[in-house]
């Protein structure tokens, strides 16, 4: 099965960079652009804060972390992923032990609209958490198009 | 097969990161040559108290507070690429297989 990464990668959901005070802050304008573009409904925002709070997302990958809010598939209107590389990182609490918080650079928030929808994509997505330099990479990025061109690449591998 | 492991992939949606752990989880067992001798099956952290009895194994990338009676292996490895063989080992040493 041929799998089009380009259809869940927008330029437009890339925010780069992205100013936030904190990770609700974050969270709200990552959000708030999924919203715009018709992939969530207005129920997505305080769907992921609550989520996160009980099942925090971020993930120690090394140096550059990442985190990856999401929510149940009845808030998602069309499968997306919004994407923003943080100006300054902000505090996460870790996936596999809540009551460690970590400094998070990258926020992979995703929009999934079916149970086990695009597994290929993100295993996809995971390979590249694990890929130190690319991670390095994106964190310095500057703009949302060399973000787009990045990702594009990375993910169509 | 008669006599496979099962092996229950959980996360807090049963959609996100349980399908991102099953593929490197697979890769890893296929590498010691492990992978036939078990199942894999994916659930929400919610369901994990009601499908245990059914599995040997949990494999979770959120913390588990049910009390179950079989092992929880913590899998957030199979994401961030950091300690995988030492969570592989353990679930092999978990399963004996």
Redesign the interface.
């Known amino acids: 099965m041929i799998v089009d990464f380009t259809l869940l990668l927008k330029e437009e959901l890339m925010m780069v960079p992205l100013v936030a005070r904190n990770r609700e802050d974050a969270f709200e304008k990552l959000a708030l652009s999924l919203e715009q573009y018709g992939f969530v409904k207005d129920t997505y925002l305080e769907a992921v804060k609550k ?1 996160e709070r ?4 971020g ?4 140096e550059i972390n990442v985190a ?1 809010p ?4 009845e808030h998602v209107i069309q499968c997306a992923m919004a994407v923003g590389v943080l100006e300054k990182p902000v505090r996460f609490a870790n ?4 009551k460690v918080e970590i400094e998070v650079s990258i926020i992979f928030m ?1 929009a ?1 609209k ?4 695009q ?1 290929a994509f ?2 996809k ?2 390979g590249l ?2 890929d130190k330099d690319l991670l390095h990479d994106l964190a310095s990025k500057t703009s949302t198009s060399a973000t787009y061109q990045l990702l594009l690449s990375a993910l169509a591998d | 097969m008669a006599g496979e492991k099962r092996i229950l992939v959980a ?7 349980s ?6 989880l697979k890769d890893a067992l296929e590498k010691r040559g492990k992978l036939k001798q078990v199942r894999i099956n ?1 659930c929400k ?1 919610a369901e994990i108290a009601s499908m245990a009895s059914d599995n040997d194994l949990v494999v979770a ?3 588990v507070s049910a009390k179950i009676n079989i092992p929880v292996v ?1 899998g ?1 490895a ?5 300690g995988v063989d030492k969570v592989v080992e353990e679930i092999i040493d978990h399963l004996k297989i």
Do not use: S, W, Y
């Not at chain 1, 993930?59 to 090394?62: R, S, V, Y």
């Not at chain 1, 999401?70 to 598939?73: G, K, P, Q």
């Not at chain 2, 199979?78 to 950091?82: K, W, Y």
């Open positions: 989520r009980t099942f925090p997302t993930l120690c990958t090394g990856i999401h929510t149940d598939v996936m596999e032990n809540p995703l999934l079916n149970a086990h929808e597994p993100l295993q997505l995971a958490f694990q | 996360c807090g949606t049963g959609v996100c990161t399908t991102m752990a099953v593929n490197k994916q952290i990338t959120t913390q913590t957030t199979f994401l961030t690429g950091i």
